[in-house]
């Protein structure tokens, strides 16, 4: 298994910029699928970003399309997510997650090992 471990949430202005950084440790993390998820008050929890265990594919909700940008370095066990043009709307608890690579199906779903989450606020 891999434990997850997220940072960089804060309070930041509507149309500033802000970087999630997501640790992980235990197995080989080249071997997993991450992403990013995030659950605002009220709201259930939904998808935002995910990026292949070698990080060549990456994939988007269209909520964030041309916004945000989901990165890794293996060598560092680290995903990152970087966040512009921030919304008010955009405010949530976003979470790290991941699935083993083998693991079939759609990239928004059937994630397996989550971070703690970390708060994220614009205000308007």
């Known amino acids: 298994q891999v434990q997850l471990v997220e940072s960089g949430g804060g309070l930041v202005q509507a149309g500033g910029s802000l970087r999630l950084s997501c640790a992980a440790s235990?197995?080989?993390?080249?071997?997993?699928?991450t992403a990013w998820f995030r659950q605002a008050p009220g709201k259930e929890r939904e998808f935002v970003a995910a990026?292949?265990?070698?990080?060549?594919?990456?994939y988007y909700a269209d909520s964030v399309k041309g916004r945000f940008t989901i990165s890794r370095d293996n060598a560092k066990n680290t995903v990152w997510l970087q966040m512009n043009s921030l919304k008010p709307e955009d405010t949530a608890v976003y979470y790290c997650?991941?699935?083993?690579?083998?693991?079939?199906?759609?990239?928004?779903?059937?994630?397996?090992?989550w971070g703690q989450g970390t708060q994220v606020t614009v205000s308007s």
């Open positions: 997650a991941s699935r083993l690579v083998y693991i079939s199906g759609a990239y928004d779903r059937k994630y397996d090992y």
């Open positions: 235990g197995r080989t993390f080249s071997i997993y699928t």
């Open positions: 990026i292949s265990a070698g990080g060549g594919m990456t």
